[in-house]
């Protein structure tokens, strides 16, 4: 079968990847501190070797974390077009400049305080994180809804 352009992976859809597995990493290890099977999730049935709670919980954390990161990277130019090398039918691959340049600015992206709407404090990203965390096992203990969080800027 032919590949249509659209499923060629470009170097947004790099950036986009590395930054979700960076974020579901986080996400998976903070279920497991916390004393959950994160194999086991709501959304994402059970699948061998799939983490289906962090992959549950990243849908809502994903676009206000990772999506804005890189339009950031990307529209104040601190990732470019020429960081990235064809890698075959994977698509492309990230040069260490640009990896490095991610991960700082992924860094500082999930501890710089911004003012939450919804509840008028100062939070950070990482801290969010940890809050939906315990969302979820305030709601599994209390057998009450879970309150997903939501983005407003």
Do not use: C, W
């Amino acid at each position: 079968p032919t590949r249509r352009s659209s499923d060629l992976p470009d170097p947004i859809n790099a950036l986009l990847g590395f930054g979700y597995m960076l974020l579901f990493s986080e996400l998976n290890g903070l279920l497991e501190a916390h004393g959950f099977d994160p194999f086991i999730g709501f959304l994402h049935g059970i699948r061998y070797g799939r983490a289906s709670l962090a992959s549950d919980m990243i849908e809502e954390l994903r676009s206000p974390i990772v999506d804005r990161l890189v339009i950031y990277l990307v529209n104040k130019r601190i990732i470019k077009p020429n960081q990235f090398k064809p890698a075959g039918e994977k698509g492309v691959k990230m040069d260490d400049r640009a990896k490095r340049s991610f991960l700082a600015n992924y860094e500082r992206f999930m501890t710089v305080n911004f003012m939450d709407v919804t509840t008028r404090k100062r939070k950070n990203f990482r801290e969010i994180i940890r809050g939906q965390v315990r969302e979820i096992e305030r709601a599994i203990l209390n057998k009450s809804d879970y309150r997903p969080y939501v983005f407003r800027s």
